[in-house]
């Protein structure tokens, strides 16, 4: 390869062709020089594009013949002065601005030439003193945005009152008057300020890392705690069950126990009654055949020989208890069942409260809203006296049914819509509404449908909860129980639920947040946010946050 580039020309990079000497001993194509010289326009005083050395007048070009020998004998070798077609520019890449023919990939752009060069129409920048002060960048292809469109001449200078680069004729010109300076002036402030931002960023960064590193402690510490908290729950519900189990046991021998001594006690007396019947049996058979005897005589005369009964048992004795033998056991039992799980249900909610108290309940308004969520209504749900609108984020009661596609998920007689999206986790929405009525409302899918029974009502069954306001009064309604609600009047609610911690909590829309209603459970399914309105409601929507 490098006996290949000695025979290049510099211009087109590959091997010469009609080779020429020129005085400062540089070789190139005839064409090429020819070329390079008559597009610089000075016929009269032009220069090596190598070297730069100037030439007056231009020098006249002669073949140099045994260098264009030597170029055809490397040809009769088969070799190739070409270069690796990555070196070659392709789509994404910059050009040579010198290269004719096909074009090689841009080393660096020079800022004061407003031009790109390859490798090789590079080296005078590194050689040529006059060139060496340059400024070189990356290449780049936006070079041209360095030329004041006006004068056509290289923007150096930048106005600070219209804040844009301009060339020294603007200066004097349209922008006659204002605060200019130099391009690298600003460039030098702007770079000032740069590096405070870099600064400025790092130390946040840091900060940020810091705190990552604080949140993976903390992380580290909930998992610990958390496993530790596991294990020894299970410890104490372990020996809980142990407990019960063993009192079970217990309850049980007992039982076996006194089982076996009464029916041993009713066995006993059902051998003596079945003995003594026995006896009567056989004591009638013997009366029976004497009352046969047709000879009075012999009658008389067995008669006295006949022994006497024997005393009959008492039938005060036979205590009968049918199926009421153990019913104290059971109810006693019942009682414990019936205590232990009062207890449970009064103190499932603080065990449940304080397992949430790893991520507790936001307070401000600010904080809510770190959990917003956008929520859109299903069309499939919506009620055909509802129009929704604002992207299924508004509904209207109308007065006439609107054109709605047959649904099974669809309310068919109240005015009821759910949401499109499925919420779990932690999530905050808020309502507004105008009008008389509204239940803002969550559900689980399979709440009923078809049809005006409880089932089908948002707040009337198992399936739902709503928070109601109706005629300037807030209550609230969970599988049809009713429950009153004070706390500011507003037409705007905030909706915060906790699907894992089984928190549901409506608001007074604020910066403090009032708190209406909160309720704590267990929630088991994905859950819907929901609307009811009333016929005399205008609209209700979920506010964009």
Known sequence: MAQQERFCCSICLDLLKNPVTIPCGHNYCMNCIKTHWDEEDQKENCRCPQCRHPFTPRPALVKNTMLADLVEELKKTGLQAAPADHCYVGPEDVACDVCTGRQMKAFKSCLFCLASYCEKHLQPHYDVAALMKHKLVEPSKKLQENICSRHDEVMKMFCRTDQQSICYLCSVDEHKGHDTVSAAAERTERQRELEVSRQNIQQRIQDREKDVKLLQQEVEAINQSADQTVEHSEKIFTELIHLIQKRSSDVKQQIRSQQETEVSRVKELQEKLEQEITELKRKDAELKQLSHTEDHIQFLHNYPSLSALSESTDSSSINIRPLSYFEDVTAAVSEVRDKLQDILREEWTNIS??????????KTRAEFLKYSCEITLDPNTAHKCLLLSEGNRKVTVMNEQQCYYHHPDKFTY???????????????????WRGRGIHV???????????????????RNENSWAFNYYKNS?????????????????????????HR????????????MTLLHRV?????QPLYAGLWLYSGVISAKFCKL
């Open 520 to 524: 704590q459970t267990t929630f088991t």
């Open 501 to 512: 911690a089984g928190i549901l909590s409506f608001y007074s829309v604020s910066e403090t």
């Open 474 to 498: 807030y209550t609230f309604w969970y599988n049809n129980i009713q429950t009153p609600v004070s706390g500011p009047r507003s037409s705007r609610v905030g909706v915060y639920l906790d």
């Open 414 to 432: 109240w005015c009821q819509v759910l949401s499109r999206e499925s919420l779990t986790g932690r999530c905050y929405w808020e309502v507004e």
């Open 441 to 459: 409302a969550v559900a689980y899918k399979d709440i009923g449908r078809a049809g005006w029974g409880n089932e089908c009502k948002l707040g």
């Open 353 to 362: 409260l304080t397992v949430t108290e790893v991520e507790p309940e936001p």
